[in-house]
């Protein structure tokens, strides 16, 4: 996490950083299953202005990246 609540990935093996990619978050909600905390249903994968996020497409609840994994 960085200071302002970006996730930062880091490859082991060259030493680059990146960002949470749209790609990346949809394998990450498929993989576990995330759902809605408000609502239930599973989120999706969104992006707007360079931020990616989570969306519920049920009640349209935004959620950051950094709120996935800590939050």
Avoid: W
Wanted: aromatic fraction near 8%; include cysteine.
């Amino acid at each position: 996490m960085t200071p302002k609540d970006k996730v930062r990935l880091l490859c082991h093996y060259c030493g680059n950083t990146g960002g949470v990619t749209r790609f990346i978050l949809e394998r990450y909600i498929q993989n576990v299953d995330l759902e809605c905390r408000t609502c239930g249903k599973v989120l999706e994968a969104a992006s707007q202005d360079g931020q990616v996020y989570a969306e519920c497409p049920g009640c349209r609840k935004k959620t950051k990246t950094g709120q996935l994994f800590y939050g």
